[in-house]
């Protein structure tokens, strides 16, 4: 089994920073895509973020050029650098990851149960 733990979130006023951190931990042979997400207060989820083990990104629009995302595939973690933090950005944060548990396995993917994050205006 596998489980991803989020940390970080919490409340900030408009124009702030946060830092979110996912790592993931149990039978882990490889990570391919790690991805962060968010549910909006009106319940739709939308892609944030990813960053696939050849480094390549896609950030959702709204976030394009405020936030970073990172990995640390010694860690088997992924991090989210959340600038200029805006009351839209406010919602539940949940990472994603594509894990694989054994050489030339299928790779399946986790969730974390997720982190709120509050922006004040």
């Known amino acids: 089994q596998v489980q991803l733990v989020e940390s970080g979130g919490g409340s900030v006023q408009a124009g702030g920073s946060l830092r979110l951190s996912c790592t993931a931990s149990g039978s882990i042979f490889g990570i391919n895509t790690m991805a962060w997400y968010r549910h909006t207060p009106g319940g739709q989820r939308e892609l944030v973020a990813l960053?696939?083990?050849?480094?390549?990104?896609n950030y959702g629009d709204s976030v394009r050029g405020r936030f970073t995302i990172s990995r640390d595939d010694a860690k088997n973690s992924v991090y989210l650098q959340m600038d200029g933090l805006e009351p839209e950005d406010t919602a539940v944060y949940l990472c994603?990851?594509?894990?694989?548990?054994?050489?030339?396995?299928?790779?399946?993917?986790?969730w974390g149960q997720g982190t709120q994050v509050t922006v004040s205006s």
């Open positions: 994603n990851a594509d894990i694989q548990h054994e050489l030339n396995g299928y790779y399946l993917g986790y």
């Open positions: 960053l696939t083990e050849t480094g390549l990104t």
